[in-house]
């Protein structure tokens, strides 16, 4: 078992930055290519960025540019830099993780908001 705990959400003008923090514990961390997801109200919820053990990332189409994941396999922690935020960025963001060998992501944090005010 790999539990999450998300950080970091909150209330930020257009344009505005915020930084995600998901604390893992349990498991080895390096294990576990680790997602960052999110869901909008009446939306899917859509992965937005992803990181793999070796620090492979990759992102949305929508998010390319602004966002960038990272992770500190010292401290079990991943992170999602969120820069030039906009109103349509407003979501649950939730942190995920997934064994490297399936497709699957198993493990979800709890979620946090993000909302972006124009």
């Known amino acids: 078992q790999v539990q999450l705990v998300e950080s970091g959400g909150g209330l930020v003008q257009a344009g505005g930055s915020l930084r995600l923090s998901c604390a893992a514990s349990g498991r080895t961390f390096t294990w576990y290519v680790m997602g960052w997801f999110r869901q909008a109200p009446g939306k899917e919820r859509e992965l937005v960025a992803s990181?793999?053990?070796?620090?492979?990332?990759s992102y949305a189409g929508s998010v390319k540019g602004r966002f960038t994941i990272s992770r500190d396999n010292s401290k079990n922690t991943a992170y999602l830099e969120m820069n030039s935020l906009k109103p349509e960025d407003t979501a649950v963001y939730y942190c995920?993780?997934?064994?490297?060998?399936?497709?699957?992501?198993?493990?979800w944090g709890q979620g946090t908001q993000v909302t972006v005010s124009s």
């Open positions: 990181i793999g053990s070796g620090g492979s990332t």
């Open positions: 995920a993780a997934r064994l490297t060998i399936i497709d699957k992501y198993d493990y």
